[in-house]
Structures are given as C-alpha cells and as structure tokens.
C-alpha cells in the first residue's frame, strides 16, 4: 500500500524551530517529487515548498523563503521540512504529498506557534 | 505568480443532483490542473490531474474538462458522500497554487 506519514509537529513558541518527517512506504521513493502543503485552521490549502526526485530542484513558497528548508533522504524513504523563525501564521497542519500533481497524500501533522 | 479562482465559493445541492465547480487561472497554464476533494478533518483526496485524468480508483462519477485559463469539474448524480471541498491547483509553474475552495452542501 502506498503511504506517506507524517510526523514532527507539535507546539512551540515564536521563533523557535520544528523539524517535521514524512515516511514513505509502498512505493519507489527516490524516483518521486515530493511537496509539502499546509493548511491553517479554517482556512484553504497553501503550498509550500517542492523537492524534486535527486533533490536537484527546490521551491519555495514566498512565506516560508529563508525560515524553511525541505530536504530528503532517499536511502530512509523520508522526507524533511525544517521550520525556523516560526511565526503564529505558520500554525497549521502540514502535509506532505507526492508528485507535482499530489496524487498521494499523508494524514498531516499539526504545527501550532503560540506562546 | 499564478492565481487560482474558484466558483461559486459554496454550493447547495441535493442527492442526486449534477453539479458544475469552475475554476479560472490568471494566466494560462495548459492543461497542468489537480482537482482534489477534502473531508472535514481529513487530508485532501486526489480526483483528476491533468485537467481530465480521473485518478485511479475515483469514480466516473466525475470529470474534469478545461485548458488555457478556464476548468470545470463536474460531479453527476450526488450522493451523501460527495458532500465536501474541493480545490483546484495548478502545477504549471512555481509557486504551485490553489483555488480557495468550494464547499458543496446539502440542500
């Protein structure tokens, strides 16, 4: 079965730093994009920030450009977002998702920023 | 970058019932279009990539159509189920981005 779990979150003050975790499983992951897409509460989806197969391409939403860092390592099936200099606006669920058309995503992990 | 436009922004519908989501990009962006539906409390669910691709394992209950600017997704014969948000997202150019939702009701 195809899966992606992630795992990371957690509450933490402004300023402050998270590292978040996405395992995948059930596929061949070293040949797959991966996304990661968050969403604060009551509110719509928000992109974030791309990696692609070899990690030779990365994108970054202009929210999170400078604070955030997605990284992933092929041999352990996971995908990474480091998250500096949180804000209260990065307080959602975060998601990760695979390809650029997001065809499979995990459950989502939640991210609150508050002191 | 890239904004996505949906409407209406929410919908009332009964089961049984075809209903049409429109969604519009700012620019052109081919045919690089996902449609997904989301559940409360739940992650979002792929429908259609590609603008028309049904995604393995969703019925063809619904469909996507569309190119350039304009889309449309069109879901037949409502059941209680289908009750839910979708967005479209466009995966033509970065920053990746999403509409902001439709939120199709029961009437």
């Known amino acids: 079965e195809v899966q992606l779990v992630e795992s990371g979150g957690g509450l933490v003050q402004p300023g402050g730093s998270l590292s978040l975790s996405c395992a995948a499983s059930?596929?061949?992951?070293?040949?797959?994009?991966m996304n990661w897409v968050r969403q604060a509460p009551g509110k719509g989806l928000e992109w974030v920030s791309y990696?692609?197969?070899?990690?030779?391409?990365?994108y970054y939403a202009d929210s999170v450009k400078g604070r955030f860092t997605i990284s992933r390592d092929n041999a352990k099936n996971s995908l990474y977002l480091q998250m500096n200099s949180l804000r209260a606006e990065d307080t959602a669920v975060y998601y990760c998702?695979?390809?650029?058309?997001?065809?499979?995503w995990g459950k989502g992990t939640t991210v609150t920023v508050s002191s | 970058d890239i904004q996505m436009t949906q409407s209406p922004s929410s919908l009332s519908a009964s089961v049984g019932d075809r209903v049409t989501i429109t969604c519009r990009a700012s620019?052109?962006?081919?045919?690089?279009l996902a449609w997904f539906q989301q559940k409360p409390g739940k992650a979002p669910k792929s429908l259609i990539y590609?603008?028309?691709s049904l995604q393995s394992g969703v019925p063809s209950k619904f469909s996507g159509s569309g190119s350039g600017t304009d889309f449309t997704l069109t879901i037949s014969s409502l059941q209680p189920e289908d009750f839910a948000t979708y967005y479209c997202?466009?995966?033509?150019?970065?920053?990746?981005?999403f509409g902001q939702g439709t939120k199709l009701e029961i009437k």
């Open positions: 990696i692609s197969s070899s990690s030779g391409s990365i």
């Open positions: 590609a603008a028309s």
């Open positions: 997202q466009q995966y033509n150019s970065y920053p990746y981005s």
């Open positions: 620019q052109g962006i081919s045919n690089y």
């Open positions: 059930g596929f061949t992951f070293n040949t797959y994009s």
């Open positions: 998702a695979r390809l650029y058309y997001m065809d499979v």
